[in-house]
């Protein structure tokens, strides 16, 4: 139990164009669901943290109109960034906490790597 | 800034305990301490977390000392599939505000 997904698991783009990346707790319901990015050797880095059906919470320093966070239903969150550019290149990871079960434990997704060109 | 300490790397020979040390001497009384690993160029993987009581399932063993300030992860028989990114973090449990905080973790190799 427990599984979370993310689609796609890569994506290379051009720069200037904007890509979708989705987020999906297969087995539960998550009512809050967080968006990381990692670069190559370093550690996660929170960007934001979505509860389902209201706005993001975005860390300092993440452009809430850059990377745009929809959290419509309890089992999927997507993460769009927005005109991206070479520096937007990263491993973007989503996790979940599920729902009314009193467990606070975040479950991941396998992540999503972004090339930008 | 993360609020716990990990050396950067260990090497393990497989099938030997492979014990990861972790510092947190900042806790709070009402802090878990919670561990994660990460396999290269995937999603991170819970493995254990624990207040105050040692802590065994069927991955690891936690052994936190009686002041709270230091843990220890335990894998009882490496395996090659153990090598990975492990991340000692320490967290609320619930609540709105808690976050997890990543450090570098430890990079371990478990070698034939």
């Known amino acids: 139990g427990a599984v979370v997904s993310q689609h796609p698991s890569w994506v290379i783009c051009k720069s200037g164009t904007s890509v979708k990346i989705e987020c999906r707790s297969l087995?539960?319901?998550?009512?809050?669901m967080f968006w990381y990015r990692q670069f190559p050797k370093q550690s996660l880095m929170l960007m934001a943290t979505?509860?389902?059906?209201?706005?993001?919470?975005?860390e300092q320093g993440v452009e809430k109109d850059k990377f745009l966070i929809n959290h419509a239903s309890l089992t999927l969150s997507t993460l769009t960034v927005t005109s991206a550019h070479p520096e937007d290149s990263s491993f973007y990871i989503c996790?979940?906490?599920?729902?009314?079960?009193?467990?606070?434990?975040?479950?991941f997704g396998p992540g999503t790597r972004l090339t930008v060109t | 800034d993360a609020k716990t300490t990990q050396p950067p790397s260990m090497d393990c020979a497989e099938g030997r305990a492979a014990n990861l040390p972790c510092n947190h001497s900042t806790i709070s009384g009402n802090e878990y301490v919670y561990w994660y690993r990460q396999i290269h160029s995937q999603g991170p993987q819970y493995i254990i977390h624990?207040?105050?009581?040692?802590e065994t399932n069927e991955m690891a063993s936690l052994i936190i000392t009686e002041d709270r300030k230091s843990s220890t992860l335990i894998l009882p028989h490496a395996t090659l599939r153990d090598t990975a990114v492990y991340y000692c973090i320490v967290s609320l449990p619930r609540g709105n505000n808690r976050k997890l905080i990543w450090g570098l973790g430890t990079s371990l190799a478990v070698n034939p």
């Open positions: 996790s979940a906490r599920e729902a009314g079960t009193g467990r606070y434990e975040q479950y």
């Open positions: 624990g207040l105050k009581n040692n």
């Open positions: 979505s509860n389902e059906g209201s706005k993001a919470t975005y």
């Open positions: 087995d539960f319901q998550a009512t809050t």
